[in-house]
């Protein structure tokens, strides 16, 4: 994952602990999900 190799955190576990603890990652997390949400949802409009 992304964070994962930006944040130098070794394991999905300690990932989720940190994204429970850390607000910066936590607004990391909500904006790649949004952003893959809408690049899901434009591809999705250009293909009907």
Avoid: G, P
């Amino acid at each position: 994952m992304l964070l994962q190799v930006l944040y130098s955190v070794r394991s999905e576990r300690m990932l989720m602990e940190q994204i429970q603890c850390n607000m910066l990652f936590r607004w990391f997390a909500v904006f790649i999900l949004r952003r893959i949400s809408e690049m899901h949802e434009t591809s999705m409009n250009k293909h009907s």
